[in-house]
């Protein structure tokens, strides 16, 4: 243990583990990776379902907000624009070639400006608003600076967040002003089932899934109804996205996290753990033995505070632990300081061999949520056939 | 409600209030706040302390990683060097003309060559590890790199996280090490009493600043009785460094988040909410008034994940709400998606005036964990008088 290259390449590892192992071992951590043909596998998995019930997806790139990543999940298929969840973002995928943009969190005032000026660069971007009042806000602004804004008005299908009810009277009036004002354009309806995180099994994830569409449908066939042309249905949440057996009357489906999965998604049960592709790399600073504690130089501020699987039914702290192959240990991260990870057994009663975790080795920690952990850091670093090829950066901020 | 000015300007306001929420309007939401003469005032409060107490604060600087900050808590006086989490931030306060840093996350292998870069170009960087095995791979490191690190020998004062026992037996074997061998000197020792943010009376408080430097100052001691230099004895948090009654022993004090407080701090008891002197400025967006719900445009991404009061009496969610001017108000942040938040009544049973709360309004929300809420952004908005006077940049990754 007296050398630091015997540690990060062992003698005894094949060629390309030794290529491996010494292109991580020159990484910072902690440091994000991305393993990039789980990427691809994730994203054609959701491709041929959609497109298998002859949909399209608008993939949320908010979970990687990389143009690469987003490249791969184009070239899957099926795929009509993006969801973005800020409009850094949209100005960012905008910069690289994109011209559809779904802009999906409720738009206020002081976004207007910004909304405006992507518009009048060209870009094709979609707003959200769920009440009459920021209808009339923003009608009233489009008019006068000369800009039109497309709307897709937000429904609440299943009480999770934001949205009017599809079948309220609010939604008409919301139309209503969207249809005959300048300035603003009704362009369809949105929602997210959000609630189908909670789901836990598939009977639930399937009626969830129908609902959103339903309750979705109804909505713009009640805008229509008006002589409101109601031209884009947009649903959609990963689970219910991978679970949706009939796409009649929806025109695209939105989904974000499928493309990396995470561990709250292996929960809700919509992926396996083998198929995650993000991981984050951290190093082995020290231990606890007696409390069977490995040190780890990845905190919470490399994982983020995410505990999103803390009330499902495996609890993995702040995420499993797999070795540097992406092999599963029988390890979790049990605890985070902001720059220390505490790995501990995965279950009571075990114990750690430490002498398979020397100081200066080298661990991957699956994420409990993809978005909060990728949020972050700056750059992804991609991994292809275990092969360290590209580092990407991403857009951050507001 | 038609008109935008009328939003963020209200006529019936003061000159000055108007200008306040001119320039606060003009930031793009989530944006994070920085109260300037809350920070000077606890800066003044430990520097007032622990300099009554003729010692010397080496503030951590992982809260906000911003030069300026760090120049308003040196300008409070006695002040010796800065603490870094990272070597990012090493590097980038070293850029900012200090030379007086100590690292102290354990360092390993592969952070070795980046410290070797700091010091060979004038820094002095101390370094922390907690067992003889990586001494010997510094000391080794260092022999054949030519370079010289000196250390501090983290100690475990309280069972919180790392470090070696202070009266152990390893203690003596690294110390031996980093005495004996070249490319590293022994320096002193340092602790960080963790444990402090789980105290929740006085009296507890004060036995545990008692004990974190009880047992580092007999860290020292033993090391010194074989004829180990051990000039630095270094202790802190922000709980115990604001209780410590005597610092016989003691060269330094480190503490972090005092400069900014937190909710945290608040449940601690060691600085009421009005101390706090970072928040997040958000924009009302929607509502959900049936659930006596208000949706803002900040959410996990701009709070971060932190629940840390959600262990304490108060549980305040992701944040307690206070209006522009800083004032209280009935209402916590109780659940956040990625860029939503929800806002809801503080006490079960009350039920929100909407009407004060006009779609496009701002808010302020405090933070449960200021060192996870500001890592969320990369500029810092200075409020003096409650006036917006200046952006800070801050470091962040690796």
């Known amino acids: 243990m007296s050398s630091v290259a015997s540690i990060t390449a062992p003698a005894s590892k094949s060629g390309d583990e030794l290529r491996q ?33 002859g949909g399209l997806i608008r ?68 707003v959200t608003l769920d009440t009459p009042e920021m209808a009339r806000m923003l009608a009233d602004y489009g008019s006068e600076e000369g800009v039109m804004f497309p709307v897709l008005v937000e429904l609440d299908t299943d009480g999770h967040r934001s949205g009017t009810n599809p079948e309220g009277e609010e939604l008409l009036a919301i139309g209503e002003i969207l249809h005959k004002s300048p300035g603003v354009e009704l362009r369809g309806v949105m929602t997210h089932a959000g609630e189908s995180y909670h789901c836990r099994s598939d009977e639930s994830l399937l009626a969830l899934a129908r609902q959103e569409r339903d309750r979705s449908v109804v909505a713009a066939e009640r805008l229509r109804a008006l002589g409101y042309p109601c031209p884009i249905v947009s649903i959609g949440s990963t689970p219910t996205a991978l679970r949706i057996d009939d796409l009649t009357g929806v025109t695209e489906v939105r ?19 083998d198929d995650i592709a993000l991981s984050v790399l951290v190093t082995v600073t020290g231990y606890q033995k007696e409390k069977q504690w490995i040190i780890s130089d990845g905190g919470w501020m490399a994982m983020s505070r995410d505990r999103g699987t803390a009330n499902q039914e495996k609890d993995y702290g702040y995420g499993a632990v797999v070795d540097i192959d992406g092999n599963p240990l029988p390890l979790i991260m049990s ?30 920690i699956l994420p409990n949520h993809a978005c909060a952990t990728a949020a972050q850091f700056r750059e992804i670093n991609v991994l292809e056939n275990g092969i360290l090829t590209e580092s990407w950066s991403r857009a951050g901020g507001w």
């Open 255 to 273: 989904a974000g996290v499928y493309s990396t999965f995470d561990l709250v998604m292996a929960g809700v049960g919509v992926c396996s753990i």
């Open 21 to 53: 192992r010494q292109t991580l071992s020159t990484l910072t951590t902690p440091a994000l990776l991305l393993d990039r043909d789980k990427l691809r596998a994730n994203a054609a998995r959701l491709s041929t379902h959609i497109g298998g019930l």
């Open 335 to 364: 605890g985070a300081n902001q720059e220390h990870g505490v790995i501990s057994p995965a279950e009571q009663g075990q114990s750690i061999d430490f002498s398979n975790y020397p100081l200066g080795s080298q661990l991957r």
């Open 59 to 126: 993939p949320h790139v908010k979970t990687h907000k990389s143009i690469n990543v987003t490249r791969d999940i184009i070239a899957a298929g099926h795929v009509r624009g993006i969801t973005v969840s800020t409009l850094k973002e949209a100005e960012y995928f905008f910069d690289h070639g994109l011209r559809d943009v779904f802009y999906a969190v409720g738009i206020s005032p002081n976004k207007f400006p910004q909304a405006r000026d992507l518009i009048s660069k060209g870009l094709d971007l979609k």
